[in-house]
């Protein structure tokens, strides 16, 4: 069974960077979509981003485009997000998942069927 730990989150200024991690372990991410979504206090879960296994698509959130990049190294088994311009509003949980999903559903959090733990991100105005 896949499981996903995320790192990298922490304190950052409006305007920095910060670049999350998402290490796999009892399986690969072979076959399989990678996807980041956040959480605000109050808020529901949202999409961040996602690619293919493979690389071979990408996909974004409006609100992250031209700032984050999404990416994976499978032979280290991990994905990441590279957040930069971060913004205050950019504060939440952030989660990474795989799953089994089609691309039509990759902004869905219920194609998703492991998920981490998440990592809090905090940017300061």
């Known amino acids: 069974q896949l499981q996903l730990v995320e790192s990298g989150g922490g304190l950052a200024q409006a305007g920095g960077s910060l670049t999350l991690s998402c290490a796999a372990s009892?399986?690969?991410?072979?076959?399989?979509?990678m996807g980041w979504f956040r959480q605000a206090p109050g808020k529901e879960r949202e999409f961040v981003a996602a690619?293919?296994?493979?690389?071979?698509?990408?996909k974004y959130a409006d609100f992250v485009k031209g700032r984050f990049i999404i990416s994976i190294n499978n032979a280290k088994d991990t994905g990441y997000l590279q957040m930069n311009s971060l913004k205050p509003e950019d504060t939440a949980l952030y989660y990474c998942?795989?799953?089994?999903?089609?691309?039509?559903?990759?902004?869905?959090?219920?194609?998703?069927?492991?998920w981490g733990q998440g990592t809090q991100v905090t940017v300061s105005s």
């Open positions: 690619l293919r296994w493979n690389a071979a698509n990408t």
């Open positions: 009892g399986r690969t991410f072979r076959n399989l979509a």
């Open positions: 998942a795989a799953g089994n999903t089609i691309w039509g559903m990759i902004e869905s959090a219920g194609g998703y069927s492991s």
